[in-house]
């Protein structure tokens, strides 16, 4: 369970994608109102295509990681669980900073809350891990529901932007203004990401343990002959769900129902993006050059976030509140460009990105305790 170019490259397909459902949350204040023309456009191609689904692939590999973790530690002679909790610990202090100094809908702290769930799970047979999956998909389904019928409030909570100060300020106002959109931004995760992102640590750790992104692997062949089902039905029901978000179903129940649809849909069309990266990892060698980012992906979305503040923010470029959804795919795929050419020049030099360093320091404290016992 080494690491592999496949889950690199998953990592930097998958840092793309969450550049694109992002960059507009980091662009414009929280609304409810749908746009016309170009716009309305590339806010459906980013709902049908890109909403709720990368983050899955960033959370598969989550769990993926664990299992990986976890038999290091144990070669290593050392207490796999001591490992896991300080590396969670360090990854919800970085969430923390990184939804109040960077981006409100941070999800680094809900995958540090979750993973301690994971960790509880990370000897459970493959049974009681596929009924958790089941669990997670029903209780998504629930979440959403109460998300669909929350919004207005929630949006609403967060208060109609400042016309001076805040993020069209400098940082401290900013911060400020981010501060005070946290608790309704991460209540928003949640019920957004939480159940869902569960499922894929489950996933991920189930895969890593059965061998299932291994070359020749039964699991996988199997999957892969359903590729052109996961992608026909995932795209037909991601198609719903972008229709009801569009307006299209109205705004009554079946509107609520395309709505939660995504629960069901978003994973089916997930488990098509990640058996077409994979081919494409085995089929073609200049995928290398796409998957070496993939090396260091939590630095990689901590500075999207951080660029897209230069390019939004009053201590920027000022342009928050004034870039339509076309606007903000054009300068999320652009980012997310710079971002890989950024730590394809920092992996010439150094072996890991700065933040997976550190997180890796963190973790290997409780191999000094061990020792000290």
Same mark, same amino acid.
């Given at each position: !369970?080494?690491?592999?170019?496949?889950?690199?490259?998953?990592?930097?397909?998958?840092?793309?994608?969450?550049?694109?459902?992002?960059?507009?949350?980091?662009a414009n204040?929280?609304?409810?109102?749908?746009?016309?023309?170009?716009?309305?456009?590339?806010?459906? &191609?980013?709902?049908?295509?890109?909403?709720?689904?990368?983050?899955?692939?960033? *959370?598969?590999?989550?769990?993926?990681?664990?299992?990986?973790?976890?038999?290091?530690?144990? +070669?290593?002679?050392?207490?796999?669980?001591?490992?896991?909790?300080?590396?969670?610990?360090?990854?919800?202090?970085?969430g923390?900073?990184?939804?109040?100094?960077?981006?409100?809908?941070?999800?680094?702290?809900?995958?540090?809350?979750?993973?301690? @769930?994971?960790?509880?799970?990370?000897?459970?047979?493959?049974?009681?891990?596929? @009924?958790? !999956?089941?669990?997670?998909?029903?209780?998504?389904?629930?979440?959403?529901?109460?998300?669909?019928a929350?919004?207005?409030?929630?949006?609403?909570?967060?208060?109609?932007p400042?016309?001076?100060?805040?993020? +069209?300020?400098?940082i401290?106002?900013?911060?400020?203004? +981010?501060?005070?959109?946290?608790?309704?931004? #991460?209540?928003?995760?949640?019920?957004?990401?939480?159940?869902?992102?569960?499922?894929? #640590?489950?996933?991920?750790?189930l895969?890593?343990?059965? @061998?299932?992104?291994?070359?020749?692997?039964?699991?996988?062949?199997?999957?892969?002959?359903?590729?052109?089902?996961?992608?026909?039905?995932?795209?037909?029901?991601?198609?719903?769900?972008?229709?009801?978000?569009?307006?299209?179903?109205?705004?009554?129940?079946?509107?609520?129902?395309?709505?939660?649809?995504?629960?069901?849909?978003?994973?089916?069309?997930?488990?098509?993006?990640?058996?077409?990266?994979? =081919?494409? *990892?085995?089929?073609?060698?200049?995928?290398?050059?796409?998957? =070496?980012?993939?090396? !260091?992906?939590?630095?990689?979305?901590?500075?999207?976030?951080v660029?897209?503040?230069?390019?939004?923010n009053?201590?920027?470029?000022?342009?928050?509140?004034?870039? @339509?959804?076309?606007?903000?795919?054009?300068?999320? &795929?652009?980012?997310?460009?710079?971002?890989?050419?950024?730590?394809?020049?920092?992996? =010439?030099?150094?072996?890991?990105?700065?933040?997976?360093?550190?997180?890796?320091?963190?973790?290997?404290?409780?191999?000094?305790?061990?020792l000290?016992?």
């Open positions: !369970m080494a690491r592999t170019t496949d889950i690199d490259l998953l990592r930097s397909i998958a840092l793309i994608g969450i550049a694109v459902v992002n960059i507009p949350f980091l204040p929280p609304t409810l109102v749908r746009p016309s023309g170009a716009d309305a456009i590339a806010q459906f &191609l980013v709902e049908w295509l890109f909403q709720g689904k990368f983050f899955i692939l960033f *959370s598969f590999v989550f769990g993926w990681g664990f299992a990986v973790q976890i038999a290091a530690a144990q +070669r290593e002679g050392h207490s796999a669980a001591a490992r896991l909790s300080l590396r969670l610990s360090g990854l919800a202090l970085l923390i900073a990184h939804g109040l100094l960077v981006f409100a809908g941070d999800i680094l702290l809900l995958h540090a809350l979750l993973g301690a @769930g994971l960790l509880l799970l990370h000897t459970a047979s493959p049974k009681v891990l596929l @009924g958790v !999956m089941a669990g997670c998909v029903v209780l998504a389904m629930a979440s959403l529901a109460l998300l669909g929350l919004l207005p409030d929630i949006f609403a909570a967060m208060g109609p400042p016309t001076t100060g805040g993020y +069209r300020g400098g401290a106002d900013s911060i400020r203004q +981010r501060i005070g959109e946290w608790p309704s931004a #991460f209540a928003f995760v949640v019920l957004f990401n939480g159940p869902i992102a569960f499922a894929a #640590f489950a996933a991920g750790l895969a890593a343990r059965r @061998g299932a992104l291994e070359p020749g692997s039964p699991i996988h062949a199997r999957l892969d002959r359903a590729l052109p089902w996961f992608l026909v039905v995932g795209l037909g029901l991601n198609g719903v769900y972008a229709a009801a978000m569009a307006g299209l179903f109205g705004e009554g129940l079946a509107a609520l129902a395309g709505f939660v649809l995504l629960a069901v849909a978003a994973p089916i069309l997930s488990i098509a993006y990640l058996l077409l990266i994979i =081919r494409a *990892s085995r089929r073609w060698q200049a995928v290398d050059i796409i998957a =070496r980012p993939g090396r !260091m992906s939590l630095t990689g979305y901590v500075l999207e976030g660029l897209a503040g230069l390019i939004f009053g201590y920027g470029l000022g342009l928050y509140g004034t870039v @339509g959804a076309m606007g903000c795919l054009l300068i999320a &795929l652009g980012l997310a460009a710079a971002t890989h050419l950024a730590a394809t020049l920092w992996l =010439r030099v150094f072996q890991q990105g700065p933040l997976e360093a550190a997180l890796r320091w963190w973790t290997r404290l409780a191999d000094r305790r061990t000290g016992r």
